[in-house]
């Protein structure tokens, strides 16, 4: 068995999922800026449904080396607000099907996703997401004590701990994906379909003329433009600055870990957003832990002793037998997070740049319904009903889309 590895990692052809980055071409019809998952669906989409020819992609680091591949991967549609509802559900339904449509498996995992409730208005709270969620058409509903014993028996179900826990919001749809697998699925199929996918290539600069930009800098050299896409999560204020946009977002620090992996005996995904703390099993047999986002501003990836310290206390008072368990990895991401925890889509103030901004904690679920719905905006110059309800002027009209109490903690 050594022999033969040995000889595999020597000799044997291994086949390359994507080519190799070609020469930049002096112009583009569409650049995406961003190699991260919703840079890449937009990329696929634009390629699958409208035939877009001559499209670029452009990542400074590798794929997905932001944020998509450094989350959590919880997928879920239980949302509070009508609009965002509807467009998770459309994306965890893209996600169920994810697989077969790219012919690359994503490992999707159905799981079931229970949100905590530890006090009678958090109780509250949950009946009203249970409500909201059933008019949306999605499944969700409240239930007690027995219920979640019986769903996650490995929870600590005392009365006699500091916040014991009263019941839950079940979503039966939530679940989870391989991260890098959704990117580099929509990667290659968007690639064989004639994207042009450059990394190690960063945006440095840009040339408007007029209310367009015109030009796009680069470390590889300078391209002209028709259309350009900005995905760029963490570097969202950086890169809207080069187009002249000042966006309302603020760039945070999220951690996560994960413990050493053991056999699989934690099936849903647990959250309490009381206790800002959430964990779920990976195929892998490792437990993924997170928090809330750094309460303050950074620009570094590294995770720090405290905020460890402040999620382990509440975690092994809901897993005690965690205790028992070592810490493998810990790393951070930098989240851009608007003010109603709600993302930034479509049309900007210049024209054909397009925006899909303001992903903060919760954009890897988003990553399918967010590629298909800016392909139209692209496609389309029109900002589909899909997104309506995330466009840059809800901060000018007084139309922001509460979603603070359904996203900070639950991801
Ligand atoms: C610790 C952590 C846990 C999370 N957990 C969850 C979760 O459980 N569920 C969930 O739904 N979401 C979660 N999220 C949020 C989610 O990961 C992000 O919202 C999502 O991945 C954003 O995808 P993206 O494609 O917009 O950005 P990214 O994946 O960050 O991609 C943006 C890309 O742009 C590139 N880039 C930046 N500047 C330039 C430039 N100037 N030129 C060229 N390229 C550039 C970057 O290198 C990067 O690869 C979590 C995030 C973190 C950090």
Same mark, same amino acid.
């Given at each position: 068995m050594p022999f033969s590895l040995l000889k595999y990692g020597l000799g044997a052809k291994r086949k390359q999922v994507l080519p190799p980055t070609p020469p930049l071409k002096d112009s583009y019809d569409i650049v995406v800026i961003g190699g991260g998952g919703h840079g890449l669906a937009t990329a696929y989409y634009l390629a699958k449904r409208y035939g877009a020819q001559n499209v670029a992609v452009l990542e400074k680091g590798w794929l997905a080396s932001g944020n998509t591949a450094r989350n959590t991967?919880?997928?879920?549609?239980?949302?509070?607000?009508?609009?965002?509802?509807?467009?998770?559900?459309k994306s965890v339904e893209l996600y169920q099907g994810l697989s077969n449509d790219l012919g690359y498996n994503i490992m999707f995992s159905p799981r079931g996703h229970l949100t905590l409730a530890h006090s009678d208005a958090?109780?509250?709270?949950?009946?009203?997401?249970?409500?909201?969620?059933?008019?949306?058409?999605v499944r969700s509903e409240v239930i007690g004590r027995k219920e979640v014993a019986e769903l996650c028996p490995q929870?600590?179900?005392? /009365?006699?701990?500091? %916040? =014991?826990?009263?019941?839950?919001?079940?979503?039966?749809?939530?679940?989870?994906?391989?991260?890098?697998?959704?990117?580099?699925?929509?990667?290659?199929?968007?690639?064989?379909?004639?994207v042009e996918i450059h990394t190690q290539t960063e945006v440095v600069g840009m040339d408007l003329n007029g209310n367009k930009v015109d030009k796009i800098h680069t470390n590889r050299g300078t391209i002209k433009v028709g259309k350009v896409v900005q995905c760029v999560a963490g570097a969202s204020l950086k890169v809207a600055e080069m187009a002249g946009i000042k966006l309302p977002i603020r760039a945070l620090p999220l951690q996560a870990c994960v413990s050493e992996p053991v056999k699989p005996l934690l099936d849903p995904i647990i959250v309490s957003g009381s206790l800002a703390v959430y964990i779920s099993q990976s195929a892998r047999g490792e437990f993924?832990?997170?928090? /809330?986002?750094?309460? %303050? =501003?950074?620009?570094?990836?590294?995770?720090?002793?405290e905020i460890k310290e402040e999620m382990m206390g509440p975690m092994l008072e809901l897993f005690p037998f965690l205790a028992n368990m070592k810490l493998l990895r810990q790393w951070g991401g930098i989240a851009d997070v608007t003010d109603d925890y709600s993302?930034?889509?479509?049309?900007?103030?210049?024209?054909?740049?397009?925006?899909s901004a303001g992903w903060g904690t919760l954009g890897f679920k988003a990553i399918p319904a967010g590629g298909y719905a800016m392909a139209d905006a692209v496609a389309t110059g029109k900002t589909p009903d899909l997104i309506k309800t995330f466009s840059l002027e809800r901060f000018s009209d007084m139309s922001l889309v509460g979603e603070r109490a359904a996203a900070a903690v639950g991801h």
């Amino acid at each position: 068995m050594p022999f033969s590895l040995l000889k595999y990692g020597l000799g044997a052809k291994r086949k390359q999922v994507l080519p190799p980055t070609p020469p930049l071409k002096d112009s583009y019809d569409i650049v995406v800026i961003g190699g991260g998952g919703h840079g890449l669906a937009t990329a696929y989409y634009l390629a699958k449904r409208y035939g877009a020819q001559n499209v670029a992609v452009l990542e400074k680091g590798w794929l997905a080396s932001g944020n998509t591949a450094r989350n959590t991967t919880i997928i879920r549609s239980n949302y509070l607000t009508s609009g965002a509802i509807q467009f998770f559900k459309k994306s965890v339904e893209l996600y169920q099907g994810l697989s077969n449509d790219l012919g690359y498996n994503i490992m999707f995992s159905p799981r079931g996703h229970l949100t905590l409730a530890h006090s009678d208005a958090a109780m509250r709270t949950s009946r009203w997401r249970a409500e909201q969620n059933k008019l949306n058409g999605v499944r969700s509903e409240v239930i007690g004590r027995k219920e979640v014993a019986e769903l996650c028996p490995q929870l600590n179900m005392s /009365e006699d701990i500091r %916040y =014991p826990v009263l019941g839950a919001l079940y979503h039966a749809d939530g679940a989870t994906a391989r991260h890098d697998a959704v990117a580099w699925g929509y990667a290659k199929r968007a690639s064989e379909m004639g994207v042009e996918i450059h990394t190690q290539t960063e945006v440095v600069g840009m040339d408007l003329n007029g209310n367009k930009v015109d030009k796009i800098h680069t470390n590889r050299g300078t391209i002209k433009v028709g259309k350009v896409v900005q995905c760029v999560a963490g570097a969202s204020l950086k890169v809207a600055e080069m187009a002249g946009i000042k966006l309302p977002i603020r760039a945070l620090p999220l951690q996560a870990c994960v413990s050493e992996p053991v056999k699989p005996l934690l099936d849903p995904i647990i959250v309490s957003g009381s206790l800002a703390v959430y964990i779920s099993q990976s195929a892998r047999g490792e437990f993924v832990m997170g928090g /809330e986002i750094d309460p %303050y =501003p950074g620009a570094t990836s590294r995770s720090s002793t405290e905020i460890k310290e402040e999620m382990m206390g509440p975690m092994l008072e809901l897993f005690p037998f965690l205790a028992n368990m070592k810490l493998l990895r810990q790393w951070g991401g930098i989240a851009d997070v608007t003010d109603d925890y709600s993302p930034i889509m479509g049309l900007s103030p210049v024209d054909d740049y397009f925006l899909s901004a303001g992903w903060g904690t919760l954009g890897f679920k988003a990553i399918p319904a967010g590629g298909y719905a800016m392909a139209d905006a692209v496609a389309t110059g029109k900002t589909p009903d899909l997104i309506k309800t995330f466009s840059l002027e809800r901060f000018s009209d007084m139309s922001l889309v509460g979603e603070r109490a359904a996203a900070a903690v639950g991801h």
